[in-house]
């Protein structure tokens, strides 16, 4: 089959038995009915009857009920393109350079459906033949050249350009500007709304190597409507200083000796930028104006001011990529074609759409047993309300909260929902939540992920020394136990003669926020120095927490002397060696003294060191010192020397 209209050849070799739709217009008994499923159910070939369209035509009426066919199946492919319509309105205005292109522009984020124009300015003799091969942005817009916007001075050698995109996406923040070679110039980008979002250029004129008076004027166009924007660019042999006294135009940012302008119309007409210079050279303009956006219908998608078959057309040329997209609402499906069509017929367009924000949450790291919420925002956009039917929610550990389903969104309001992330264990789970609605762009979705963290047990003190303890006595101190997150203690198991733990009874939940304190006791049986461990098993990514323990047991009248001093702060110390000289003497004796034993470095504890020296008798007096040993075997210089005098018996 193939036949052409006003659809043109390309569309009748499509499978139209898989489409499935059929639509039937005009009267019951005089209609014509045309399946899309498949000929079997239309009339034959050569004989279809008068319809909804009229006239004698079977061909003509065939090929645009046919495009309705094409409207009603597109799904997720192109957007309703109802322009911001409106007074045309600056949003904003951001000068770059003078610098070295290729290069790009930053600029404050752009909303959607704005028309973002590019204005560009080479420099004395950067690049007198330049073009441009590209202009991009982060938000993934079109920018094309605004007709033939492209001016000459040829006495300086430089060029003006102007580029624009149309309708643009939002989020646009950085342009990125590439000539056909590398280029010395300025840029100027602005962002209107209330600019056409279909076909917003009017009008384009060039001057190139003009011979300026004292008040050069730029090229002039004449407007077609009352209400357009107006860009103008001129680039001097010389200087200029701004615009004339008393003209409309508005300079916009710094001139960087070179001009450029703009100005928003109330009246058809010519106009002409005007610039004060010094002195006088020659310079070349450019300059173009964009149409104000039409008032129509949300649905009349060609903005002629009849919502009819030829919207269903222009949708589906978006759709098959024959006219580029310029989408200000949601993404179409067979909700936004039968809305076009049903309006195209004489039924009301209603176009909702559903915003959330944000898009995508992180909730980063969390540690199992705690939870992070946020908020997403749901905005109802569109041209009519929006009813949420049900949020679904993917995901380990994710949940959502908020308003009762169903809930209707007014046009312009907003409703708040709180996503949870409760991890149940460790790892990265990622899911999504889905709002299901009337809106074209159903369901409205939103990314989610998050890393659940085992929680650590906080051991305080991590070691314990009890010094002295004479035996068949004891002593006791006290560990404090904390979480991040919920911990499970298990179990407390306790090696090393003589120390024991008590406290709460195992297993023990240690809630985010709390704390639980043991009891340490050493009861030595025995003189002679013990070490031990307090090992506490539980769910904590540090498991087991480790508590060192150290004592000695002495018996009763027998004597020692204790000698603590801090570490030294050099990294490769492995041992401490002790000194000890026998003296009455109350003035130190000269070094060195005999060597009495070796602590190991790594039985220091935090900031002490600690030796006991059992080996003393009753009435005696002893001189002491410490040195560092390193990993080499070398020994520092002797530390301060101390005096301890046992006493008798």
């Known amino acids: ?27 019951r008994s005089g209609g014509s009915r045309l399946s899309i499923g498949g000929d079997e159910d239309g009339p034959p070939r050569g004989t279809r009857g008068p319809g909804f369209f009229g006239g004698g035509d079977p061909r003509g009426r065939m090929v645009a009920m046919r495009g309705v066919g094409l409207a009603m199946v597109m799904v997720g492919v192109f957007g309703c393109c109802p322009a911001a319509w409106g007074q045309i309105s600056l949003v904003q205005v951001t000068s770059c350079g003078p610098s070295t292109f290729p290069g790009s522009c930053t600029i404050p984020a752009t909303g959607s459906g704005h028309l973002i124009v590019v204005g560009w300015q080479s420099y004395a003799g950067s690049n007198p033949a330049g073009t441009f091969t590209s202009m991009t942005d982060n938000a993934g817009n079109v920018y094309v050249e605004a007709g033939a916007a492209r001016s000459v001075d040829s006495a300086e050698a430089d060029w003006n350009d102007i580029w624009y995109a149309k309708n643009s996406a939002a989020g646009a923040t950085s342009v990125v500007i590439t000539p056909n070679a590398s280029s010395t110039g300025a840029v100027v980008i602005w962002e209107f709304s209330g600019v056409d979002g279909n076909a917003p250029l009017d009008q384009t004129a060039t001057l190139n190597s003009q011979a300026a008076s004292a008040t050069p004027s730029g090229a002039a166009v004449t407007i077609s409507a009352p209400n357009e924007v107006i860009i103008s660019l001129v680039d001097e042999a010389n200087s200029l200083t701004g615009i004339v006294s008393g003209n409309p135009f508005v300079n916009d940012s710094n001139l960087f000796t070179n ?33 104000q956006a039409a008032s129509y219908s949300a649905c009349d998608l060609n903005q002629d001011g009849t919502v009819n078959i030829l919207d269903v057309q222009v949708g589906t040329d978006m759709a098959l990529g024959n006219t580029p997209c310029a989408a200000q609402y949601g993404p179409c499906n067979t909700a936004l074609a039968q809305a076009v069509l049903t309006n195209a017929m004489g039924g009301a367009c209603a176009l909702p759409e559903l915003g959330a924000a944000p898009s995508s949450i992180s909730f980063g790291n969390i540690t199992v047993g705690n939870s992070s919420t946020q908020t997403i925002t749901l905005t109802g956009g569109g041209t009519s309300s929006t009813t949420i039917s049900q949020a679904t929610v993917s995901g380990a550990g994710f949940s959502i909260s908020g308003p009762s389903l169903p809930l209707t969104v007014p046009l312009g309001q907003t409703a708040n929902f709180s996503v949870t992330f409760a991890p149940t264990g460790a790892g990265s789970p990622s899911g999504s939540i889905g709002f299901v609605s009337s809106a074209l762009n159903t369901p409205a979705s939103v990314a989610l992920s998050g890393t659940g963290v085992l929680p650590v047990l906080g051991v305080t003190p991590s070691s314990i020394s009890f010094g002295n303890v004479t035996v068949g006595s004891s002593a006791t101190q006290t560990i404090t136990l904390t979480g991040t997150g919920t911990v499970t203690i298990s179990q407390a198991t306790v090696t090393g003669t003589g120390f024991s733990v008590s406290g709460p009874s195992l297993p023990l939940i240690l809630a985010v926020g709390n704390t639980a304190n043991f009891t340490v006791k050493f009861a030595p049986a025995a003189a002679g120095s013990v070490s031990g461990n307090i090992a506490f098993v539980s769910n904590a990514s540090n498991t087991p927490a480790n508590v060192t323990l150290s004592g000695t047991g002495v018996t009763a009248g027998s004597h020692s002397v204790s000698l603590t001093w801090t570490p030294s702060t050099t990294s490769d110390v492995a041992s401490y060696n002790i000194y000890r000289i026998t003296s009455s003497s109350t003035t130190a004796p000269a070094t060195p003294y005999p060597s009495l034993a070796s602590v190991l470095a790594t039985t220091c504890s935090g900031t002490q060191c600690a030796y006991t020296d059992t080996s003393v008798t009753a009435g005696t007096s002893y001189w002491y010192y410490a040195a560092a040993v390193d990993t080499s075997n070398n020994v520092s210089a002797p530390s301060n020397i101390v005096q301890a005098v046992v006493p008798s018996p």
């Open 259 to 291: 001009g450029w302008a703009h100005n928003i119309t109330s009246s058809t007409g010519t106009y002409v930028a005007q610039w004060n210079q010094s002195p006088a050279g020659t310079y070349g303009s450019s300059t173009a104006s964009f149409k």
């Open 1 to 27: 089959m193939s036949q052409q209209g006003v659809f043109g050849d390309r569309f009748w070799d499509l499978p139209w038995k898989h489409f499935g739709w059929w639509c039937r217009c005009g009267s």
